[in-house]
């Protein structure tokens, strides 16, 4: 059974760093696009950044940008999440998803093969 499991959330001040890493099990990672969400308290969850399976192609949301870097590292099935300049609206629970389709990473995670359980960040004013 594929599994993604996510590490690297935790608390930190407005203006900090952090790093997540998403680890997956499948054997055909570099056929996936990787993608990241986060769901917010009390609100929908929202596509964060997103990464095609040769790394060609990257694509953030607009809240992100210039602040967050996605990558990926294919021999170590492992997708990486940089986050600096953090602010309070960026606590969530970030959620790492992957899909053989661009389309499906890059929108809304309807229909996403997999999904990771997530992991908690929590930035403090």
């Known amino acids: 059974q594929v599994q993604l499991v996510e590490s690297g959330g935790g608390l930190v001040q407005a203006g900090g760093s952090l790093r997540l890493s998403c680890a997956a099990s499948m054997r055909t990672f570099s056929s996936y696009d990787m993608g990241w969400f986060r769901q917010a308290p009390g609100k929908e969850r929202e596509f964060v950044a997103a990464?095609?399976?040769?790394?060609?192609?990257?694509n953030y949301a607009d809240s992100v940008k210039g602040r967050f870097t996605i990558s990926r590292d294919n021999a170590k099935n492992t997708v990486y999440l940089q986050m600096n300049s953090l602010k309070p609206e960026d606590t969530a629970v970030y959620y790492c998803?992957?899909?053989?389709?661009?389309?499906?990473?890059?929108?809304?995670?309807?229909?996403?093969?997999?999904w990771g359980k997530g992991t908690l960040v929590t930035v403090s004013s």
């Open positions: 998803a992957a899909d053989p389709s661009w389309v499906v990473v890059t929108g809304r995670g309807i229909g996403m093969d997999y």
């Open positions: 990464i095609s399976r040769n790394s060609i192609n990257i």
